[in-house]
């Protein structure tokens, strides 16, 4: 499986004398999709340049494994920066067919996942387009078919949902999780929170300066700070409602629904039962990578809302 071992106690800009991050210890293996999650400046594009060469770490060191070593290096790896690096002077399709080509797959084989990458990002029919002829969006897909289409056992991909709509994420997605099933080392930069939760299992979370956080995704979402808390849908009368108001100091809607703290449940159930008022339902509330990671940038501990 593909590994890549990242050890260094500074990473930035040798020219500007600019330490991005510190301390980063990194071990990422294939089987694995990781989210590469932080805020504007936090240091993704520059992890992930430093990851594929294009940066040197100020300290330290970076080790790339393949298993198929034989394979040049460009096949190896399918990076896709922010920006979408395309060639402007030629058309969609020559664009995506440089990227298997580069990466040493004969004529046959490079036409093939061609043919299968334009069709996985929705562009078959933009392939005798001009690349400043089509849209961002679509831009952003030919970058990423022609990553595609190298079939590399590593994929760094820097905020690839920019500018595509949510069917097509949500292919891109599927495709890179079956991708990591069979083996492939998957990383995401991403601020589209909702999506990389869907599909990735492992999270990294940089913050001032350093690796905050590298481990799964469950394990990041689930802490003390959240307060788990229960959606719950009952049936009575206006004059329940209002006891049930006064008993729960806030507001019940309209519909019977209120949400309270799991550790309120038992006093509410029994009040429930005493006014008999009936539950209708009675739903967990799961707190999301989305809330978690507002927490912590915020640094507050709040119910799921
Ligand atoms: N070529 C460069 N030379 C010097 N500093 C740079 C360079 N590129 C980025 N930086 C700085 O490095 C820091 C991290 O930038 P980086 O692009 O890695 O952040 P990011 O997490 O990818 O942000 P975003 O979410 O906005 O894409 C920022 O302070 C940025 O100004």
Known sequence: MPKIELHAPQLGYRDEHKVVLRDADLTLTGGNVYALVGSNGAGKSTLLKTLIGVLQPLTGTVCVTVPDSQRPAFGQIGFCPQFPLVDWYTRVYDNVRLGPLLAGQSWKTSRQNVARS??????????????????????????????????????????????????????????????????????????????????????????????????????????????????????GNSQQLADLNKFLSRTVTADGSFRIPQRQLEQVLSFLTKHQLRIVKLEAIHPSLRTRYLQLKRGEATHES
Do not use: W
């Open 118 to 235: 334009l069709r996985l990002l929705g562009i078959e029919k933009l392939q005798k387009a001009a690349m400043d002829h089509i849209s961002g969006g679509q831009q952003q897909r030919v970058q990423l078919a022609r990553e595609l289409a190298k079939r590399p056992e590593i994929y760094l991909l820097d905020e690839p949902t920019t500018g595509l709509d949510v069917e097509t994420i949500e292919r891109l997605f599927t495709y890179l999780q079956q991708q990591a099933q069979a083996g492939a080392l998957v990383l995401i930069a991403s601020h589209d929170l909702t999506s990389v939760e869907a599909y990735a299992n492992q999270l990294i979370f940089l913050d001032q300066g350093v690796v905050q956080y590298q481990g799964s995704v469950a394990g990041f979402v689930q802490n003390d700070l959240i307060e788990p808390s229960v959606h719950v849908t009952i049936c």
